[in-house]
């Protein structure tokens, strides 16, 4: 039996102006959580000031604080990740921003932070640990939800704690192995002994099963929330007669004349208890209804026709309408020859409307 190759660690932060929430996180993952959880890399995801910032204080080869974090407690794979740290800074080529404060840059955000999650989690070696500790509250709240969107299972989510006197302290990057004091904000003498940093695990569902095809590949994160949201919303179906029409969940449908006529037959004919229609023995006037929207269709519809009908749109939904994924149309109830069919869509879902 080959061994089992352990994962790619991958540590994504979103960041701002506080580089310590990079060091406090490494600390609460890799000294103080047990088992330790270190990554093989770290991606930080900020704004060009915040880049500015990390490269001064985290990354700088002389007294970069994650390298000083490894060196302290003697962890040579804290100093390995060190070595692996890369900058993903929101926007593109065209436009770069120096904070979150606009519509447009929170839109480039936004869209930025879901491309990184979404390639990150395409990898299945790939474990991704990603932490909301750092930057505007809307980053942390666009990585979470990209998070939501496309993480694995064995993907993880966290927030870092940091007691109120050492939080955001330019002096104090992680709890120092060996005790110290800080001067306080009041001047009183703070012991690096008292300082709590905790980590803080954030369940969150993960409905990345539910992405149609079109949302996995969407190069902007509204898009791929859209496309989710239409897989969670109920269906609707309108019917358009006069052209054999339909729009089924946002998706255009053009039938043929007989497939078009069995739709409406299922919505005209539901029955009181909603049963729909016998696959055997389809009443004359039922058929009549619905001649004029398919005057070819001979007197008596045999049940093999409307098996084939069923099962034509029910393929047509499935392979042309990317929010009815993994749905059917049309189902049936009860074994031949006593077989029923019945639309799968609730009748206040459905409406008629002509050009």
Do not use: C
């Not at 729909?276 to 026709?305: I, K």
């Amino acid at each position: 039996m080959q061994p089992t190759e352990p994962p790619i660690r991958t540590l994504v932060i979103s960041l701002g102006l506080s580089p310590q929430v990079v060091t406090e996180t490494l600390w609460a993952l890799g000294i103080e959580l047990e088992p330790a959880w270190v990554p093989d890399e770290i991606v930080l995801i900020t704004t060009s000031q915040g880049a500015r910032v990390a490269e001064a204080t985290l990354l700088n080869a002389g007294e970069g604080r994650i390298r000083a974090l490894a060196a302290e407690y003697g962890r040579d794979d804290l100093a390995r990740a060190a070595e692996n740290v890369r900058i993903e800074l929101i926007g593109d080529e065209v436009a770069r921003f120096e904070d979150v404060d606009t519509e447009r840059a929170h839109g480039a955000a936004a869209d930025r932070t879901m491309q990184l999650i979404r390639d990150l989690t395409t990898d299945d070696r790939r474990q991704v640990h990603a932490s909301i500790a750092g930057g505007r509250k809307s980053q942390g709240a666009l990585l979470a939800l990209s998070m939501s969107l496309f993480a694995k299972p064995g993907d993880s989510l966290s927030h870092v704690v940091v007691d109120d006197a050492f939080a955001g302290r330019p002096d104090f990057f992680f709890p120092p192995a060996r005790p110290t004091t800080f001067a306080g904000r009041d001047g009183e003498r703070l012991d690096s002994a008292r300082a709590r940093v905790r980590l803080a695990p954030i369940p969150f569902p993960r409905i990345r099963a539910l992405l149609p095809e079109e949302a996995r590949h969407a190069e902007r994160f509204a898009d791929a929330v859209l496309g989710v949201q239409r897989r969670l919303d109920p269906p609707t179906l309108t019917l358009l007669p006069l052209r054999r029409h339909a729009i089924l969940a946002g998706t255009d449908l053009d039938l043929p004349p007989s497939l078009f006529a069995w739709l409406a037959a299922l919505v005209w004919e539901r029955g009181p208890s909603g049963d729909g229609l016998p696959r055997n023995g389809l009443a004359g006037a039922t058929v009549e209804r619905w001649r004029p929207l398919a005057p070819r269709l001979p007197n008596l519809v045999d049940p093999e026709m409307v098996e084939e009908w069923t099962s034509r749109l029910n393929k047509l939904v499935r392979v042309d309408v990317p929010a009815m994924a993994g749905r059917k149309l049309i189902g049936t109830a009860g074994k031949r020859p006593n077989t029923r069919y019945r639309l799968l869509i609730e009748p206040e879902d459905i409406s008629w409307q002509d050009p």
